[in-house]
């Protein structure tokens, strides 16, 4: 169980990167579903070798793959309103919101 | 903690995974970040049949690579103009936010392995998996289930309403 618990860890340490480190709005997006992912794989993993005699863990992780898909799908339209709007899906540009 | 040796397959799947994760997050071309994203959802759905969690797999290949890796390779076409993958795509922040990435993906194994208490598990899993989740989604899980339709007919009328050109 510890490798599947290291690996999850890892791959969300990445995604983490990606989403801190990322100028394009796209690529903020693709790390967010690396975080997901990882979260999932430690579910499973859970599921398997702790929590074995339900599969509530598998449950949550299929729900976790459904919100992420539509989070996907929102974020998606945003990025082409914001392409719209600026000519460009860099980071930097879209800062209207700063205070 | 009981310290069962995974087989062979799960040494393939993990590298596969962190390699194509690491290209996600690091190549310069958008669009081969996505391709890299194909690859590595795929090798996580490989990951969910050694935890036999079949149902989930079967569903992680349908929505992620099948759906979203989609979705993400038609916004790519939309947005940037392939022309200019010699963008810097990373912000002034690389340098720190490594060193904290790096210090969460070693500190968190460490903190696992040195973590003594393991709860013993309890039984076996179900058999039957895809019919024990079908009997959950009906049964337990009836208003979650109900729930996220809402909310996926709400984020297909969000989406809609958000990317629609506007007429004035």
Not at chain 1, 24 to 47: D, K, Q, R, T, W
Not at chain 1, 60 to 66: E, M, R, S
Not at chain 2, 19 to 29: D, E, I, K, M, W
Not at chain 2, 89 to 94: D, L, P, R, S, T
Request: charged share 10%.
């Amino acid at each position: 169980m510890f490798y599947y618990l290291a690996l999850a860890a890892v791959l969300f340490a990445i995604g983490l990167f990606g989403v801190l480190t990322r100028r394009n709005v796209i690529g903020i997006l693709m790390s967010l579903e690396l975080m997901f992912n990882a979260a999932n794989i430690n579910f499973v993993a859970f599921n398997k070798y702790v929590a074995t005699e339900a599969l509530v863990g598998q449950m949550f992780a299929i729900f976790i793959v459904v919100v992420a898909a539509a989070e996907a799908v929102v974020g998606l339209a945003i990025v082409l309103l914001i392409y719209r709007n600026w000519r460009g899906i860099g980071m930097d540009n879209v800062n209207v919101m700063k205070w | 903690m009981p310290a069962t040796e995974p087989g062979v397959v799960f040494w393939i799947l993990a590298v596969v995974i962190l390699v194509s994760g690491f290209l996600v997050v690091t190549l310069r071309n958008i669009f081969h970040c996505a391709l890299c994203l194909i690859l590595c959802l795929f090798a996580v759905a490989g990951i969910y049949v050694l935890l036999n969690a079949e149902f989930l797999a079967a569903a992680q290949v349908l929505i992620y690579v099948g759906a979203v890796a989609i979705l993400i390779v038609f916004t790519v076409m939309l947005t940037t103009d392939l022309a200019s993958r010699s963008l810097v795509q990373h912000n002034e922040n690389a340098t720190i936010a490594f060193v904290v990435c790096a210090l969460f993906a070693i500190g968190v194994p460490w903190l696992i392995t040195t973590t003594g208490v393991w709860i013993p598990p309890k039984g076996e899993l179900p058999a039957d998996n895809v019919g024990t989740i079908g009997k959950y989604l009906m049964t337990d899980f009836m208003l979650p289930f109900e729930v996220v339709s809402v909310l996926l007919l709400a984020a297909l009328i969000g989406a809609i309403v958000l990317a629609r050109k506007e007429h004035s």
